[in-house]
């Protein structure tokens, strides 16, 4: 007489051991993954955001540009000369939505032709942010422009 086994305490024994191992994985690698918020001050940076689209409707009026040559890893800010006749101050900005750690900031000191050049190939490759923020006689002006090094 051939006795068969019955397989199904087995494999469900095993399913609910599947089961545990893939949860108790999740909850491990859910509880140690570091998830960078796009900047510490966000809260702040919003309340301050229609000053940021004001600035930016005046700097597009104004010509200014944000030019990036990959060929030469070189950023380029471009002001017009308009601009170049009162003080100018502010600062360029090199952001890594990715790490936090590798953002650079920059004064900005134009040159007599009313542009400024960035060497960024020494910077990680990926996506970045270049932001200038400048004031011209109490008008704040404000560029973006992404590039991908």
Known sequence: ???TRNL???GIFTAFGLFFVGMATFVVVASTHRDYLVNDNYYEQEIKFQNQIE???LAEKSGAQINFDSAQSR????LPQTLL???IS???ELYRP???KMDQQIAIAPKADGTQTLDVSKLAPGLWLVRARWNV???DYFLEQKIKI
């Open 98 to 100: 990715s790490a936090p």
């Open 75 to 78: 950023v380029t800010l471009a």
């Open 90 to 92: 502010g600062s360029l």
């Open 8 to 10: 199904w305490p087995l």
């Open 85 to 87: 006749t009162q003080k």
């Open 137 to 139: 006689g109490g008008q």
């Open 1 to 3: 007489m051939k006795i």
């Open 55 to 57: 600035g930016k409707a």
